[in-house]
Structures are given as C-alpha cells and as structure tokens.
C-alpha cells in the first residue's frame, strides 16, 4: 500500500457561510494537498420547515443548508456528525440534514435511519487505498440514540452511541450513613418503588439514589464503558479493517474527568485504547471545544480532543421558545438578547474562554500500516473579533501559533508525548 495522508480537524460548528477570502483561501490550498480530510459536522441544516425538541445539546444547532457548500470548498470530503446536538429538532431534523448531505454527495458517518446504518463504516477511495470512518458519541441524550429495527418494528432514526456508567465511590464506614441520610426523605422514593416493582434493577452491594450509581470503596468517581455498545463497535471495526486499508474512529465526547475539560473521562482513554488494539489505526476525539492532549498508543494516534475547527455558537439564526424560557425572555426578545443572557455579555462560558477559540490541524500519512511523523498547523478563530465575526477559522500567526501549540504540548506530556515547535509549527517523530 502507498501512502494515504491525511489532514483532520475538530468540531465544525458552522452556522453563517464563510466568505472565500484569502484567510479561507489559505486554508483550502493546504487542506487539498491531503488524500483525506476530515471534520466533525456540528450542526443539522434545514430551512426551519421541521419541529424542535423541547431540549437541546446546549444550543439548537442549525444552519441553513448552504453551509455545506463552504465545507467542500475548503475541501472537506469526509466526516461525522455523531454528536449531542443530532436531535435539537427531532427525528425531521435527523432526517433533512441527512437528505442534504446526502444531495450534496458528502461522505458522513455515526448517524442513520437505525443503529445498523449508524453504526456501519463508510469509505473513502483514494488513489493510494481505502479510508474507513466509524462515527460514534457518547453525549447523547437517550431519545437521540438509533436503535436496531426488529422484524416487526422500525428502527429510530439516531446516532451511533457509546454509553458509559459512572459510579461514585464512598467510605465502606459512611455508606450506611450516606444511605440513612438519603432515607430521612422521599428524593428516592420513585427509584425504590421501581426497584420494588421490576422496573429498574438494583445495585448489589450499592444503590442508587434517582439514576445515580453509588457504592462503598475506595472515595472517588469511575466511569466505564458499556460493553454491549462495545462490542458493536469492535464488530465495526473489525468490519472496517477487512474492507480497507486504514480505519478511523471518531469519537464525540464532553465527558471528562471531574470539572476539567482538559482531562477526557476514564472510559474515553478506555476505548480509545481498545479501538486501537482491535485494528483501528488513529482515534479522533472532539466535543469539549477545547483541545485535549494527544498519545502515541502502540505506535497509533489518539487524539482526545481536536477543540474546534469553526466555531459560530453565537451566530444562529433562529432558536425556539424553550431558548429564550431558559433566561425568562418573553415572544419579544431576539436570539441576539438570548446569546448576552446566556454569556453575561460575553464575560462567561464558551464565548468568554480563549481556548475554544485557538485549535491545530494535525497531519500524517500511513503507509502499510505505519505512522509517520505528525505535523500540527495552529489555526485561530478569532476569540478577540465581534460576534459576526468570531469562529471562522484562519491559520495563526507565529507567535500565537507558538502559543497555541506550547497549550497543545503541555496536555500531551501527560501522555508521554513530545511536541517540537519549530517555526510556528508542531512535530511528532514517530521515529
């Protein structure tokens, strides 16, 4: 097998067409030098004809359908849209941005019209071999997840989930205690009597308290993957692996590890550690909007999290009556009024933090199963620009792509990766 390179990116959260500047100009000439090019589609496209959910992913993530015009431009021909927002305007919501991507020939994977699309691998035909892409998330709100149709019922359309289980963890000698305390009320009452009735199933040895996990241990909290959904994906993989030459699995996830966003959860390093054991050659994380650190796993890439790669949160068009309830804004109010509610005027939450605004491109090739070194190219969003402005992407200068990238370096130490900037640019020998 030749090489196939390959260029990959994280979240596009596009909801505004981007302008065909000399910015994006610079960034469609170096994408289109890569075999593959890869991004996370963060939003569903319509023109507002379908219903919204009464919950969103945190915002109502839509665009208009044209969007997708300036995802070719810059040359993007392969992507995932498994992620929290799949479900902002329910099942026709799916169900359109499915029909446009479709309509405009993209190659899109981790969602589909049951968990047996959802879940296949799609490919991409290149000159020097055949790319397989697994999309799958795991911040997914239940009603949001595909399921397997039956000889005699459909299956819901969906994304391609990995659910995990997190279990907290008390003083075997304050557990008793911890349970006595809850009892002294009726916040568990519902649970107890489903317990009691067989709708839910009790935890030997622990309990639950609503559809919380706790057990007596060692203090702390774990997370781990559901095996069954596991299991599918392993058999996706090992799918993939007979039908092309390289095999990627995308993997959405806010999950992290207590309050810091930086750190992905335990289950998150879980699985990306047995994709890469089973066949998959490079895991590529996104989700938090920020960029998490990158290992080197059995000579494979893991990247836990891309951050963004455009990033137009505030730029919406239209959002429903549920948005504008959660700040107490009445049929008068704007999206613009909602968006400063939501923000403090952009002094707090993703607008406010700068590294939801600075990302890195990161590029290799594979070639009979081989890694080469990594090239990471920073790429700015412009956290400083106005709201009409702000989240389109444009490569850094040096001295913030230095910046950018000294960030990106630190979090992969923990990995025991090594990152050398030279000239505004990153490496990873593989050597």
């Given at each position: 097998?030749?090489?196939?390179s390959?260029?990959?990116?994280?979240d596009?959260?596009?909801?505004?067409?981007l302008?065909h500047d000399a910015a994006?100009q610079?960034?469609?000439?170096y994408?289109?030098?890569?075999?593959?090019r890869f991004?996370?589609?963060?939003?569903?496209?319509?023109?507002?004809?379908?219903?919204?959910?009464?919950?969103?992913?945190g915002?109502?993530?839509?665009?208009?359908?044209?969007v997708?015009d300036?995802?070719?431009y810059?040359?993007?021909n392969?992507?995932t849209?498994?992620?929290?927002?799949?479900i902002d305007?329910?099942?026709?919501?799916?169900?359109t941005t499915m029909?446009h991507l479709?309509?405009?020939?993209?190659?899109?994977?981790g969602?589909?019209?049951?968990l047996?699309?959802?879940?296949?691998?799609?490919?991409?035909?290149t000159?020097?071999?055949?790319?397989?892409?697994?999309?799958?998330?795991?911040?997914?709100?239940?009603w949001?997840?595909?399921?397997m149709?039956r000889?005699d019922?459909?299956g819901?359309?969906?994304a391609?989930?990995?659910?995990y289980?997190?279990?907290?963890?008390?003083?075997?000698?304050?557990?008793?205690?911890?349970?006595?305390?809850?009892d002294?009320?009726?916040v568990n009452a519902?649970?107890?009597?489903?317990?009691?009735e067989?709708?839910?199933?009790?935890v030997?040895g622990g309990?639950?308290v609503g559809?919380?996990?706790?057990?007596?241990?060692?203090?702390?909290t774990k997370?781990?993957?559901n095996?069954?959904?596991?299991?599918?994906l392993?058999?996706?993989?090992?799918?993939a692996?007979?039908?092309?030459?390289?095999?990627?699995v995308?993997?959405?996830?806010?999950?992290?590890?207590?309050?810091?966003?930086?750190?992905p959860?335990d289950?998150c390093?879980?699985?990306?550690?047995?994709c890469?054991?089973?066949g998959?050659d490079?895991?590529?994380?996104?989700?938090p909007?920020?960029?998490?650190?990158?290992e080197i796993?059995?000579g494979?890439?893991i990247f836990?999290?891309l951050?963004?790669f455009?990033?137009q949160?505030?730029s919406?068009e239209?959002?429903?009556t549920?948005?504008?309830?959660?700040?107490?804004?009445g049929?008068?109010?704007?999206?613009?009024d909602g968006l400063?509610?939501?923000s403090?005027?952009?002094?707090r939450?993703l607008a406010?933090?700068?590294?939801?605004?600075?990302?890195a491109?990161?590029?290799?090739?594979?070639?009979?199963?081989?890694?080469?070194?990594?090239v990471?190219?920073?790429?700015?969003?412009?956290?400083?620009?106005?709201r009409?402005?702000k989240?389109?992407?444009?490569?850094?200068?040096?001295?913030?792509g230095e910046?950018?990238?000294?960030?990106?370096?630190?979090?992969s130490?923990a990995?025991g990766?090594?990152?050398?900037?030279?000239?505004g640019v990153?490496?990873?020998?593989?050597?």
């Open positions: 097998m030749a090489a196939i390959f260029v990959i990116s994280g596009s959260f596009i909801t505004q067409r302008p994006r610079a960034l469609r000439d994408l289109q030098q890569f075999d593959v991004t996370n589609f963060e939003v569903l496209v319509h023109d507002f004809e379908v219903y919204p959910a009464p919950v969103s992913g915002t109502w993530a839509v665009a208009r359908p044209d997708i300036d995802l070719q810059l040359g993007f392969m992507m849209w498994a992620n929290n927002h799949i305007w329910n099942l026709g919501g799916i169900l029909r479709d309509e405009h020939h993209c190659l899109h994977a969602v589909g019209r049951n047996e699309e959802a879940s296949q691998p799609k490919y991409l035909d000159p020097a071999g055949r790319v397989a892409i697994i999309g799958v998330t795991s911040t997914m709100s239940p949001g997840m595909a399921s149709p000889a019922v459909l819901r359309p969906g391609n989930v990995l659910r289980e997190t279990t907290h963890f008390i003083k075997p000698e304050e557990f008793q205690h911890f349970q006595d305390l809850i002294q009320t009726d519902n649970r107890k009597l489903n317990e009691k067989g709708f839910a199933k009790p030997e309990c639950f559809n919380i996990r706790f057990e007596p241990g060692e203090p702390g997370t781990r993957m095996r069954t959904d596991a299991e599918r392993l058999r996706s993989i090992a799918e692996r007979r039908q092309a030459d390289v095999v990627l995308s993997h959405h996830s806010h999950e992290r590890k207590g309050m810091d966003k930086e750190l959860a289950f390093r879980d699985f990306a550690h047995l890469l054991e089973h998959a490079a895991y590529i994380g996104h989700g909007h920020i960029w998490r650190g990158i796993y059995q494979k890439p836990y999290s951050g963004d455009i990033f949160n505030d919406v239209r959002q429903p549920e948005f504008y309830d959660l700040y107490n804004l049929p008068e109010a704007t999206v613009s400063d509610s939501r403090g005027h952009g002094t939450g406010a933090d700068p590294r939801v605004y600075q990302s491109l990161p590029s290799f090739s594979i070639e009979n199963g081989k890694l080469s070194d990594i990471l190219r920073p790429i700015s969003l412009g956290f400083d620009f106005s009409g402005r989240g389109r992407p444009y490569f850094s200068d040096k001295e913030d910046r950018i990238l000294a960030h990106i370096a630190k979090l130490r990995y990766t090594t990152i050398q900037i030279e000239q990153g490496h990873i020998s593989m050597s």
